[in-house]
């Protein structure tokens, strides 16, 4: 007979605090960054990190279960959007496939948000998601949404036109820009995380851009130890997109590692 699980934790006061590394992560990928983050937000970020290393004993959330990796691949590399969304003026925002809660949760507590929406259709990750965000103080704030992107914008879920739209690790470019775009207001702006080199991927995203009313795509390397050859890509919703006529029935994923 099976030993019977202990239950997933809710709460983060029970869990071992991360190593001393950790932090040092966090502070040089700040500096980097040029961030400069209160007590209270940085202890959200490394609450995030305590409760999804520790599901992840159970259930698979995200393939790098090292704190220390955690801290540059999830958490920094989750705010290198930051200087980018603040100049934009972002304070609301979408995440499409957040999975672990990356970039969202990050993004939510540095910008710091308004209002975020995480969308997630794999149960598993949308309760984590929802524990995450009561466990962090972001209840609120943050909002789960477990359902499909192509559903979302279809039936008009999120047709109140978002000013910022985020994905990591969700879609290849121009999968992601008709995921994206309908969810967008006019003049708003997508941000995917990429990894290169995404030559073919962006010429396939200019001709998508193109079809879904959007500008020209914009490259903006991170130039943080350990994450040298990720980029952010940007583009603008220029005018309304086409209408849908349903959700799509593909569920694109692109190998960037979560």
Do not use: C, Y
């Amino acid at each position: 007979m099976n030993p019977r699980r202990s239950p997933l934790p809710k709460d983060v006061g029970s869990l071992p605090p991360l190593p001393a590394e950790f932090d040092e992560r966090l502070s040089a990928g700040f500096d980097a960054l040029a961030i400069d983050l209160p007590p209270d937000a940085r202890s959200k970020l490394v609450d995030h990190v305590r409760l999804l290393l520790a599901w992840n004993e159970s259930i698979n959330l995200t393939a790098i279960r090292d704190p220390v990796a955690a801290a540059t691949a999830h958490v920094v590399g989750s705010l290198s959007a930051v200087p980018l969304l603040r100049r934009e003026g972002v304070r609301a925002f979408l995440d499409l496939g957040s999975g672990g809660g990356f970039p969202g949760i990050p993004l939510a507590v540095a910008l710091p948000a308004d209002r975020a929406v995480l969308v997630e259709s794999i149960g598993k990750k949308a309760r984590f998601l929802e524990t995450a965000v009561r466990a962090t103080g972001l209840a609120g704030i943050v909002e789960v949404r477990a359902q499909r992107a192509e559903e979302l914008a279809a039936t008009g879920g999120g047709r109140r036109g978002w000013p910022a739209v985020v994905a990591r690790a969700v879609a290849s470019l121009p999968d992601l820009v008709e995921l994206a775009f309908p969810l967008l207001a006019i003049r708003g702006i997508l941000v995917a995380w990429k990894r290169l080199p995404i030559d073919d991927e962006l010429e396939a995203g200019r001709r998508a851009l193109e079809a879904q009313a959007g500008s020209v795509p914009e490259i903006h390397p991170v130039t943080i130890d350990g994450l040298e050859s990720h980029v952010l890509v940007t583009a603008r919703k220029l005018r309304a997109s086409p209408s849908r006529s349903g959700p799509s029935q593909r569920r694109p994923r692109d190998t960037t590692r979560r």
